[in-house]
């Protein structure tokens, strides 16, 4: 029999497949190799794209030129854009307003074919830390009450362009997902007056069963109740709800444990596509974030999702995050 | 410049692209066509799957034989048990129980070919009828809190087998998703006093610009919050909760628009696969469901789900759901 799991932040529900679990092997999924071509993001085609923002450069090289390690653009294609106002009305029972936000690409690294795995740390240092600086540069437009940061790798993750990078999205309201964690998260700290993913990381040390790797400021593991197989958190062990609040050091704890955790998920499941998502709390609103604790999610791309699913907000885990984590932490780094 | 809409019922918000929208054309998609082969669906195979539990049959066949119409089996592989208890416990911070629930499979149709578009309408007719009859039957179960009929249609919607079929799950809690509706559209019949799908009806009836099809009983219509291009949604007029509670005349009309939508729909995408879901009110709960109102929600698979949906809830409707309603109304039937 299948287990049933409740998520203790946002109230969902899992099934967690425990007598026929699947195991690594028995995955069909979509294969991804970058094939290459002509590239926007590539050394020499700086011109391709709208003119940076910011960057980490050689000193004497010019804007928009080679001899960059991370670039952050202006996306080409904007899901929102930075000019206007608000202007929310009414349309009958409907609600709108325009599309004012803003939407950057990190590009991580000059090299089209590396993915975090074959970073130097020290290049995942310097890409952390831009995310950063791109964060706490546009939590200074009080229009804009969230910040996300997200990485699709792979076609399978919805990635539309090979060479690795990263999206950060300004948005003029706070998510329902968001709403939903901090909701969960404020209403067990009303409760116990403690953070429930301090509690959360307490738990997983203790009992290990899930925990892939630790350092002095970060754990990784898969999540009690993983809607996905082989689902990862990341979280920093101490507490903050803000990611850009990093400080030096926890940048460079981050950067290791985000390559060897991706290095493990690539031993165990080759040329596989998977999404990362920093979960940060809200900018520009309530200053008291005592009870949100930000964290990475990476979502493997194994399985599919379906009417099951879109129907109920049930997910359905056909591989134990207890097993999942065995077999990441197995894998050699 | 995007238009960023918001959900009256859910507070889900969308950027619905408006300067370059796309059109039909421009949505490169995955084609499904059916490749045949064994099919423990098919007529003469029903030994292949578990035992019927219900079935519309000519008279003098036995059952699991030949000679039926729509036949209801178990899932082979199904998801939650119909024997147990629920046996809710905690660990430590976390919640679970046992995997107790129904999953059963309703095939549609001896024609292993034949999509709705496909079927006559009094074939959809008994497929709906029979719907309604597992529904109120799991009903009786007080263990079961929620109902939920769903159908995946073609491989990029998830379905493992390609006989057309739907899915029927019960569940001993309901789920987040339903929850939402419900809690969304009782804070506005608190307030109003008034159903918000039945004002939603009217005020899409009103406005024309998004409404596919209407008859007497039933509106199809593409909401004005899709969070996917060319998302469907089918509601009885007549205000009820429960999609099993429907008349011999709604079963007949749901039939034919039901019917007359996809066919409209497989005729500005061909090949395309899609999920639908009845979204129907919790059992064994609240008498009073008054403020809900059942419904079909319809999407089709153009789009890919990446990192900025499953990190927000946001989603980006590249097609509006004006400008999509246009194009399957003019599609004939």
Same mark, same amino acid.
């Given at each position: 029999m299948g287990e049933l799991r409740r998520d203790?932040?946002?109230g969902r529900w899992v099934i967690v497949e425990t007598d026929r679990p699947k195991k690594p092997e028995d995955f069909e999924y979509e294969q991804y190799i970058p094939q290459g071509?002509? !590239?926007?993001? !590539?050394?020499?085609?700086?011109? @391709?794209? #709208?003119?940076?923002?910011?960057c980490f450069r050689d000193p004497g090289t010019g804007a +928009?030129?080679?001899?960059?390690?991370v670039r952050v653009v202006a +996306?080409?294609? #904007?899901?929102?854009?930075?000019?206007? +106002?608000?202007?929310r009305r009414g349309i009958g029972i409907y609600d709108m307003s325009n599309g004012v936000g803003a939407h950057e690409v990190l590009?991580?690294?000059?090299?089209? +074919?590396?993915?975090i795995p074959e970073l130097l740390t020290q290049e995942i240092e310097e890409y952390l830390k831009m995310c950063c600086i791109r964060s706490a540069d546009l939590k200074?437009? &009080? /229009?804009?009450k969230y910040i996300m940061i997200f990485r699709n790798y792979g076609s399978a993750a919805g *990635? &539309?362009?090979?060479h690795p990078h990263t999206q950060l999205v300004a948005l003029p309201m706070v998510p329902k997902n968001a709403l939903e964690e901090i909701h969960g998260a404020r209403d067990y700290y009303n409760y116990r007056e403690r953070c429930i993913f301090c509690d959360m990381i307490r738990q997983e040390i203790q009992d290990k069963? /899930?925990?892939?790797l630790e350092n002095k400021y970060f754990i990784s593991f898969c999540p009690?109740? &993983? /809607?996905? #197989?082989?689902e990862i958190m990341i979280m920093p062990?101490?507490? &903050?709800?803000?990611?850009?609040? @990093?400080?030096e050091d926890e940048v460079v704890a981050l950067a290791q444990i985000l390559k060897d955790t991706l290095t493990k998920l690539k031993k165990v499941f080759e040329n596989l596509s998977y999404n990362y998502i920093i979960h940060s709390a809200p900018v520009n609103?309530? *200053?008291?974030?005592?009870y949100y604790h930000w964290h990475v999610e990476i979502m493997p791309k194994l399985t599919q999702v379906a009417g099951f699913e879109w129907g109920t907000g049930f997910y359905l885990d056909p591989t134990s995050p207890e097993l999942a984590a065995q077999y990441l932490k197995a894998a050699k780094e």
């Amino acid at each position: 029999m299948g287990e049933l799991r409740r998520d203790p932040v946002v109230g969902r529900w899992v099934i967690v497949e425990t007598d026929r679990p699947k195991k690594p092997e028995d995955f069909e999924y979509e294969q991804y190799i970058p094939q290459g071509g002509l !590239c926007p993001f !590539c050394y020499g085609n700086e011109f @391709m794209t #709208p003119p940076e923002i910011n960057c980490f450069r050689d000193p004497g090289t010019g804007a +928009n030129t080679p001899g960059w390690q991370v670039r952050v653009v202006a +996306n080409k294609f #904007p899901a929102l854009q930075i000019e206007g +106002n608000l202007d929310r009305r009414g349309i009958g029972i409907y609600d709108m307003s325009n599309g004012v936000g803003a939407h950057e690409v990190l590009i991580e690294t000059p090299y089209h +074919n590396k993915d975090i795995p074959e970073l130097l740390t020290q290049e995942i240092e310097e890409y952390l830390k831009m995310c950063c600086i791109r964060s706490a540069d546009l939590k200074k437009d &009080s /229009r804009f009450k969230y910040i996300m940061i997200f990485r699709n790798y792979g076609s399978a993750a919805g *990635a &539309s362009l090979e060479h690795p990078h990263t999206q950060l999205v300004a948005l003029p309201m706070v998510p329902k997902n968001a709403l939903e964690e901090i909701h969960g998260a404020r209403d067990y700290y009303n409760y116990r007056e403690r953070c429930i993913f301090c509690d959360m990381i307490r738990q997983e040390i203790q009992d290990k069963t /899930r925990v892939i790797l630790e350092n002095k400021y970060f754990i990784s593991f898969c999540p009690f109740v &993983s /809607r996905f #197989p082989f689902e990862i958190m990341i979280m920093p062990k101490q507490h &903050s709800g803000y990611f850009c609040h @990093m400080s030096e050091d926890e940048v460079v704890a981050l950067a290791q444990i985000l390559k060897d955790t991706l290095t493990k998920l690539k031993k165990v499941f080759e040329n596989l596509s998977y999404n990362y998502i920093i979960h940060s709390a809200p900018v520009n609103g309530e *200053a008291d974030v005592e009870y949100y604790h930000w964290h990475v999610e990476i979502m493997p791309k194994l399985t599919q999702v379906a009417g099951f699913e879109w129907g109920t907000g049930f997910y359905l885990d056909p591989t134990s995050p207890e097993l999942a984590a065995q077999y990441l932490k197995a894998a050699k780094e």
